[in-house]
């Protein structure tokens, strides 16, 4: 068991560590709650504000034990600087993707059935509705496939989505990661993620889906990204 503690945060960390230690462990509920994960798999980090420091998940530990205070606090090499269990065996590819892409405030990363399906056969879901047109800007992509352990998939996270608009990712033989500007938004994009995934493989089984024109879906981007909602 590991106990480590940080005294010398300022007040203002402290604040922005403790609000990131609540929003992490509320937004792990929707998970379980959307049916994008199994027993303890699966984790949710978010950046901490003013600081290379960001939350995520402890490993091994069922979702109905997690609080703000079972969440542990890294540094942006994955070392843990606060404390009491040990970090998300996923915590050296969320720290690669803080790292090097400096606009995503959180990452997500399920198991999700339909999504997890697609990167098994290493194919990217292809844009052939329009809520993929408007929430992913195109296709889901397909990363390479990397082992647990080190910051390789890290770094396939960061190589497929530099030159996607999509936020998320379908790492091969593995499972979905998705990003966004915080961790709520990188949870959404996972909820759709696999819905998108259920619902393009469903149409499948019932002939070639229609895909949708490059020029139609960089429109319906824009409008969703500039236009809709509040």
Not at 30 to 39: A, I
Not at 153 to 165: A, F, Q
Request: proline share 7%; net charge negative; hydrophobic share 40%.
């Amino acid at each position: 068991m590991l106990d480590v503690q940080v005294s010398d945060f300022s007040p203002a960390l402290r604040r922005a560590v403790d609000a990131a230690r609540a929003t992490v462990s509320d937004l792990h509920a929707e998970l379980p709650r959307w049916g994008l994960v199994v027993w303890t798999a699966g984790n949710v980090s978010e950046r901490v504000r003013g600081a290379d420091l960001f939350v995520i998940k402890p490993s091994g530990v069922g979702y109905d034990e997690l609080t703000p205070e079972s969440m542990v606090v890294c540094d942006l090499d994955g070392n843990l600087v606060e404390g009491t269990r040990s970090p998300s065996s996923d915590t050296a590819a969320h720290a690669y993707v803080y790292r090097h892409m400096p606009h995503v405030g959180g990452v997500v990363h399920t198991h999700s059935t339909y999504a997890t399906a697609w990167a098994a056969r290493g194919q990217e879901i292809p844009c052939v509705l329009t809520m993929m047109a408007d929430e992913f800007g195109g296709p889901v992509p397909v990363g390479p496939f990397a082992l647990i352990g080190d910051d390789s998939i890290g770094r396939g996270i960061v190589e497929t989505l530099r030159s996607s608009r999509s936020p998320a990712v379908l790492m091969r033989n593995h499972g979905p990661f998705t990003v966004g500007p915080d961790a709520r938004a990188a949870v959404k994009a996972a909820v759709m993620c696999e819905e998108v995934a259920r619902t393009v493989h469903v149409a499948r089984e019932h002939g070639e889906p229609t895909p949708i024109s490059r020029r139609d879906i960089d429109h319906l981007y824009e409008r969703y990204q500039t236009v809709y909602g509040q």
